[in-house]
């Protein structure tokens, strides 16, 4: 094991800037380590730093055939595989753009032709202006950094944000939205800006181009951040790969196609020389060197693998060729003061090559490095001096060494015990129960106790006294013995005996009403489950005093001692957890008095502690014990933390949190007298065992505990590891200890004991953009608006994502910024669908604020569902505080393991995924015997099925399923119908991949469910749906949005959007069978649009805002405002948005001060973005259909 110190923890990868590339989406942090030096890169010795948008590379040029062109008014155009769009300009430097999602550019691929129907400028309405969308909000990860001075800007979606790192305050930020249709792919400085007061930063991605001015003045003296060159971002003929400054001012560019071009940005705009190379190859990547365009030179990362580099002033061929990549070449690093050029490649390798001059010369350059290590693509490369320091898709951030290995990573009698006194003492107890301690300034021992002192199997406990360099210690040895002294004098210990037998658990707790800088309550565990609870106080220059104060018995387990305890602020109440898993809840009023008044014990003792001491243990403990009642537990949660033991147990908030050697922590809150979990929490994947706790004064949630062999760090304000250091794992002594000088972790390894110690740095890591998931945001939900004084109006959300976890946040208009409130992390699959049922829930929550029950499903056919409490708070950061409560779940999996006779049914899926849920309206009324709650469920294995859910017993159970489709099932959606008399009927809406739409009545169904799990407490065997009252072929191929709407005289609108990018919408109408043979309810097709190649790709979210007025969101990055006419779909407005992959879309309407009434969409996939608009009564006027 290597001892090298601490440089190991640190995870930033240089002064100033860092990423991850396993970070959270849209996450940003900065560092202090791995200051660069000079020459690392021909443009800026702080060029590096910035990686060039280390989150991801480039990616692979997209298709000619799949760019995006804004097409003229009235024009109508289409896209097919192997010809270039209408409208494109023609170029020499023809090459693919950015613009298509992922998923429309595979319809491109295949030979689908596309029609595109009036894609115009963002929040620019097509066909007469009647109604207009534009984007409030906006969250997506992070793909560019520069540092201009001391001023770090980072590209995010479209927009640039500015941070200032010097100051000594928080980094006061300026923000702009640069590039109007295209995400910031790289940021590049002026290297020697003028004597002006401002820095010019070229902003690129896609085909776009832009020129900023970073000066000082922006709010709290934060940079701010304006266009130069006439404004608005340019959109050039061919995607921009790379940017380098050049002589007078001007940008060199490497375009698509192998193109080298010259350009003067101010004014309108000129192309001053340009040349392109034939046989370049299809670019992945591209780095310039040289100012003047004699000796402009490009070195080129291929799809082929190949390295292609030649001279701007002769681009007839490569003139270079560097091979030896496997896979496509995503980075590149050229160091011209070395001739050293590094290349990253998703074979996973980093290369160094010795090339000289970039352009200076043929043949092949030689090939001084190839380093493997990586366990995926190697995304981004910088060069360290000589050797390269690489990033990969693994989330690991390598520095190589001379040979090609990694040089750095960023991921006595013997010790019985060892326990850390401050940053610079350890205590190192041993088998023979002697006690020393290691001084880390002077770096030698001193003994403390000699081993006949404690006898052997002994245990050791330290309390540190505020206010004072003293520690208070115990020493609890095998034959029930005590020791209690202060460190700076252990001779004057107090010495008792407790137990007949061994002490078995041993620990200190702050306890209310005793000063802190003087005393202390110790928590010792015995025989027969017996725990005694005694008051310490410190007493300079003699032994200390010691009370007894309670008497408490541990429930009947095998391993019956406490490991952790704590007393409750302004309760009589002592919480404590033992070996078995439990929580317990204790009473604190066994003595006469709470504070001072108990059993006097040792009065003090003065006399040295030593082998041939004369002086007799106390016996009185004995002797006391019977004058105090042996009380039991007012509240026991038994095993809570599985079989392996509670670790720790705390209070935040007014809330408990316990801690477990089972990978979670668990929240809790105390109610008549009685624990009740809140939720639990699983911080990240493979923490299997979680030590502790600690709550920082910036808000931040430390959770220590151990990740395989690692001891861990983990931060939650991050999502990531803070600090990681090998030990073997947590089956072994060990001590941390963290404090504004050092953080120390100490721990005992093959009967050595091992110090890792890291001195405190000046700079710490901040957080500048917090991030929300760590994958794709899959669905969200709106929870509702609160109203807190002194702020505008929030909004709470909800999003589920790929990551496994949901998150409650507040998207704010104003500062265009998501802050989380809350993260869930039942899931062990993905979040595929969100539902809320609104309204108030049990007892313990007020009328304030915004309630509902959450249901979240996703993969692994899981269910969870909570009780969310969102409240205004002045005091906190989003102004609103969010409670949650965790209700309920459910696995169909071990829904199966409690059947009976299943060996006779067929075996149900167990990577079964929820696709989407619905709550059933209108249950919670005098027909039901119980409040039950009834949920629709769409399945991957082609069911439908219906659970129903009591909170107050806290059970979700299925009661109803059908396999009428046979196919995977993506959509459903529940509504009420009710007749003018007062009679209701339950419908559902199912969806297929096949493209056709079902209506059930799920009324008998539920009625039956209800009256079932009223007789029978247990799982009841599920009912079967009847056969659907009606199915409608809507679509040709799948369902990926669906939406019902009433309709003011009692009908209903559907509307759904399919993966053909079609649009259909029916309008229903429900009524009553008449006769024997039609009785029951019937529904009625009165109507139905369909709107073919409605959009480019997908349909994922639709939305009738009123029955004339229909929004559609599709995987083209387009939002289209429809107006419903009879027999056909009107286009109104087309909306360019930032999110791509969309996922789902969620809708709400506000009425404003004036009687204007808004609506708003929030949209997510790769980021969030909300969006608001307005919608004339009046048509559009009439013009030819686009």
């Known amino acids: ?70 097409p003229t008014a009235g024009c109508t155009w289409s896209c097919s595989a192997g010809s270039a769009a209408a409208g494109a300009s023609p170029s020499p430097a023809q090459g693919g753009g950015g613009g298509a999602a992922s998923r429309a550019n595979k319809a491109w691929r295949h030979g689908r032709r596309v029609r595109v129907l009036g894609a115009g400028r963002r929040g620019r309405p097509i066909g007469g ?67 002006g007061p401002a820095a010019r930063v070229a902003v690129f991605g896609g085909r776009c ?60 705009g000129r192309w001053l020389r340009q040349a392109s190379c034939a046989g370049a190859g299809a670019l992945r990547c591209a780095v310039l060197a040289g100012v003047s365009w004699g000796r402009l030179a490009l070195a080129a990362g291929t799809a082929t693998g190949n390295v292609m580099v030649w001279r701007a002033a002769a681009a007839t061929a490569p003139q270079r060729q560097l091979c030896g990549h496997r896979g496509a070449v995503l980075a590149l690093c050229y160091a011209a003061s070395r001739g050293l050029l590094a290349s990253a490649s998703e074979d996973r390798s980093v290369r160094l090559w010795a090339v000289g001059e970039l352009g200076g010369g043929d043949g092949a350059g030689a090939c001084l490095l190839v ?24 989330g690991a951030c390598l520095e190589w060494g001379g040979g090609g290995g990694v040089r750095r990573a960023r991921r006595g009698e013997r010790p019985r015990a060892v326990l850390l006194v401050g940053p610079r003492r350890v205590l190192v107890l041993d088998e023979a129960g002697g006690l020393a301690a290691f001084e880390v300034a002077q770096g030698r021992w001193t003994p403390v106790l000699q081993p006949a002192a404690s006898g052997p199997r002994a245990m050791l406990a330290a309390a540190p006294l505020h206010g004072w360099d003293e520690t208070l210690c115990a020493v609890a040895g095998g034959d029930g013995r005590l020791l209690l002294f202060a460190l700076s004098r252990p001779g004057a210990a107090a010495k008792l005996t407790l137990f007949e037998g061994a002490v078995h658990g041993l620990s200190w707790a702050p306890r209310p009403g005793l000063p802190p800088d003087t005393a202390a309550a110790l928590l010792a565990s015995g025989p027969e489950g017996e725990m005694l609870w005694l008051d310490v106080t410190h007493r300079p220059g003699q032994a200390p005093w010691v009370q007894l104060m309670g008497r408490y018995l541990l429930p009947p387990c095998k391993q019956r001692w406490h490991t952790c305890a704590t007393f409750l602020p302004q309760e009589r109440l002592l919480v404590c957890g033992d070996r078995r898993g439990s929580l317990l809840l204790f009473p604190c009023s066994g003595s006469s008095g709470w504070a001072a008044e108990g059993t006097s014990i040792v009065n003090g003792s003065t006399d040295p502690v030593v082998e041939d001491s004369s002086n007799e243990l106390e016996p009185s403990c004995l002797l006391h014990k019977g004058a105090l009642p042996l009380e039991s537990p007012l509240s026991v949660l038994f095993g809570l933390h599985g079989k392996t033991g509670v670790t720790s147990v705390t209070t935040h908030s007014g809330y408990i949190y316990s801690t477990g050697r089972d990978g979670v922590y668990r929240q809790l809150r105390l109610r008549d007298q009685q624990l009740e979990v809140l939720q639990k929490h699983r911080p990240c994947k493979g923490l299997q065992w979680i030590e502790e706790l600690r709550f920082t004064s910036d808000g931040d949630l430390l959770v220590l505990g151990f990740h395989a062999d690692n001891f861990v760090v983990w931060s939650s304000r991050t999502g990531a590891n803070i600090h990681c250091i090998p030990c073997g794992g947590g089956h072994r002594s060990w001590s941390y200890c963290s404090s504004p000088l050092a953080e120390v972790f100490a721990f005992i390894k093959s009967g050595d004991v091992m110090l890792y110690h890291h001195e405190a740095e000046p700079c710490e890591q901040q957080v500048l953009l917090a991030s929300l998931h760590g994958r794709e945001i899959t669905c969200v939900r709106r929870l509702g608006a609160l109203e807190v004084p002194g702020h505008a109006t929030v909004n709470v959300f909800v999003t589920g994502s790929e990551d496994t976890t949901a998150c409650v946040l507040v998207l ?116 039901l015997p119980t409040p039950w709650k009834f949920l629709a469920a769409a399945c991957s294995d082609g069911s439908v099925r219906i659970f129903g859910l009591l909170e107050a017993a806290r059970k979700l159970v299925l009661v109803a399923e059908s396999f009428h489709h046979q196919r995977c099932v993506l959509k459903v959606e529940a509504f009420l119908h009710t007749w003018a008399g007062g009679e209701r009927r339950h419908l559902l809406c199912s969806a297929a991949t096949d493209g056709s739409i079902a209506f059930w009545d799920i009324t008998g169904p539920i009625m039956d469910a209800a009256d079932a799990l009223h007789q029978a407490e247990e799982e009841m065997q599920p009912l079967a749906l009847d056969a659907p009252l009606v199915t409608i072929m809507a679509h040709s191929c799948g369902v990926n949005s669906l ?69 559609s969101a599709s995987v083209d990055q387009r939002l289209t405002l429809w107006k419903l006419c009879p027999g056909e779909l009107v286009p109104l407005s087309t909306t360019f948005f930032h999110v791509p992959d969309l996922a789902e879309l969620d809708c709400w309407e506000v009425l404003e001060a004036g009687g204007e009434l808004r609506y708003y969409c929030v949209l997510c996939g790769q980021g969030l973005e909300m969006l608001c608009g307005t919608a004339s009564s009046k048509p559009p006027p009439q013009e030819a259909p686009q």
Request: proline share 5%; aromatic share 6%.
């Open 812 to 927: 704010s208009e104003s500062s265009r910024a998501a802050v989380p409130l809350a993260r869930l992390s039942d899931h062990i699959s993905s979040v595929r669908t969100l539902a809320f049922a609104m309204g108030p829930g049990d007892e313990g929550f007020g009328d304030e604020g915004l309630s509902a029950l959450l249901f979240s499903a996703g993969g692994r056919a899981q269910i969870e569902c909570y009780r969310l409490l969102c409240t205004g708070d002045t005091a906190a950061q989003s102004a609103v505080a969010c409670q949650v409560i965790h209700v309920a779940s459910h696995r169909l999996d071990k829904h199966w393991e409690k059947k009976k006779n299943r060996h006779k049914l067929v075996k149900m899926d167990p990577e079964t995924r929820y696709m989407s849920l619905s709550v059933v309206p209108g249950t919670s009324t005098k027909q």
């Open 129 to 195: 202006g009647a109604a207009k969308m534009e984007s409030v909000a906006l969250v997506a990860p992070v793909t560019a950094l520069e540092f201009a001075g001391d001023v770090l800007l980072a590209g995010t979606g479209p927009e640039v944000v500015a941070f200032r790192l010097s100051g000594g305050g928080p980094a006061a930020a300026g923000r702009r939205s640069v590039l109007r249709e295209a995400s910031v792919q790289g940021l590049r400085a002026e290297p020697e800006p003028g004597r």
């Open 209 to 268: 181009l832009a020129v900023l001015a970073v000066r000082r003045g922006g709010a709290g003296g934060g940079p701010l951040l304006a266009a130069c060159g006439g404004g608005a971002a340019r959109e050039l003929r061919a995607r921009v790969w790379e940017v380098r400054w050049a002589a007078g001012g001007r940008l060199a560019m490497a375009l698509g196609g192998g193109t080298v071009a010259l350009y003067e940005w101010w004014g309108g």
């Open 371 to 394: 380093c493997y290590g990586h366990g995926a693509r190697v995304a981004a490369v910088v060069l360290r001096g000589p050797l390269p320091v690489s990033a990969g898709e693994d």
């Open 1043 to 1111: 939406h019902i709407r009433g309709t003011p005289e009692g009908r209903y609108l559907v509307a759904s959007g399919s993966d053909d990018g079609s649009i259909h919408v029916c309008l229903l109408e429900v009524a009553l069978g008449r006769g024997e043979a039609t009785a029951g309810t019937c529904l009625q097709l009165l109507e139905r649009v369909s709107r073919p190649c409605a959009h480019a790709a997908h349909v994922t979210g639709i939305r009738v805002l009123r029955p004339d007025l229909l929004l």
């Open 1 to 70: 094991m290597e001892k090298a110190g601490w440089g190991s923890w640190t995870t930033s990868l240089c002064t100033g800037a860092a990423w991850s590339p396993r970070a959270p989406s849209g996450s940003l942090t900065t560092g202090s380590t791995w200051t660069p030096t000079a020459g690392g890169s021909s443009s800026s010795s702080r060029r590096w730093s910035a990686l060039r948008g280390l989150r991801r590379g480039p990616g692979p040029e997209p298709r000619a055939s799949g760019q995006w062109t804004r």
